[in-house]
């Protein structure tokens, strides 16, 4: 079926034992594009026209949100990572690079890292990683990583009141209100309403202990393939390069100006850009 970005269509992929909505369009070296809480594919709609000039873009769906499926467990970031390497394969793509923000970078590592010979290049956009040196004491001082791990309660409080709550989340996380679209948290508040995906978006969170213990294993071997760290220079972006260093020997990036978390969001072009350059270094 057409989606309501033009050039691209979507499908359901069997993956990992699961169905997982994938969004492809463009030509050329294939990215897989991962997007985060609260978001969907869709996270990525004004970045994706400008990379498929150049590569075969593939956009998912998260085990949980979405189309695509929610099943009760495998919310740990490798299963998820098998979810997005299996759609990747099951579309032709035996090499190919990735990039995700948020919860998608939390993804993306494992992804790397466990699928070494897939993988050709690792981005990583605004988020601490599990296993940083740093995850202990900056997620201790993110509120929402406790309610969210919190069982039931967050479904029960945001059952409803979908909008409501991610109208607000986003924007405390954005820096330029003139790029907040509240059709965009539309769609996003209808994807969560879906039956089930409320608690898979919040499944995500309740496995970081052992995500944690997970990437801490990933760090005795760093990858050996180029790694871009990106953020906004009012969140993350400070953090992004040091931190990937200690997953891999090289690593290049920094912050955007004048922005926040949703990268992707807030400055399109910048990241594409981005993007674009990294990919095509010799």
Request: overall charge negative; hydrophobic content about 45%; aromatic content about 10%.
């Amino acid at each position: 079926m057409i989606t309501a970005l033009p050039g691209f269509t979507q499908q359901l992929v069997p993956a990992n034992g699961i169905k997982i909505n994938a969004v492809t369009g463009g030509s050329g070296p294939p990215i897989l594009l991962l997007h985060g809480w609260p978001e969907t594919w869709w996270e990525w709609h004004k970045v994706m026209p400008l990379l498929a000039e150049h590569f075969s873009v593939v956009a998912i769906d998260l085990r949980g949100a979405g189309f695509s499926d929610c099943p009760r467990g495998g919310y740990d970031k490798a299963t998820m990572a098998q979810d997005a390497h299996d759609v990747m394969i099951a579309l032709g793509h035996e090499r190919y690079a990735v990039c995700g923000h948020d919860i998608g970078g939390m993804i993306a590592l494992p992804q790397a890292a466990i699928y070494r010979q897939a993988v050709t290049h690792l981005a990583v956009l605004d988020v601490p990683l599990p296993g940083w040196t740093g995850w202990e004491a900056t997620t201790a001082r993110l509120w929402h990583f406790g309610f969210h791990m919190n069982r039931d309660l967050p479904e029960r409080l945001i059952h409803g009141r979908e909008y409501d709550y991610i109208s607000a989340f986003i924007s405390e996380r954005f820096y330029d209100h003139s790029s907040f679209d509240p059709a965009d948290v539309e769609i996003y508040a209808k994807a969560m309403a879906l039956p089930g995906r409320t608690r898979g978006g919040m499944e995500w969170y309740r496995t970081l202990s052992v995500d944690h213990a997970a990437a801490l294993e990933y760090k005795k071997q760093l990858l050996d393939i180029p790694v871009l760290g990106l953020g906004g220079d009012q969140r993350f972006g400070p953090h992004m390069v040091p931190m990937l260093k200690e997953f891999a020997g090289t690593v290049t990036g920094g912050s955007i100006a004048r922005c926040s978390h949703y990268v992707a969001d807030e400055r399109p072009d910048e990241v594409a850009a981005a993007l674009i350059e990294f990919l095509k270094a010799k």
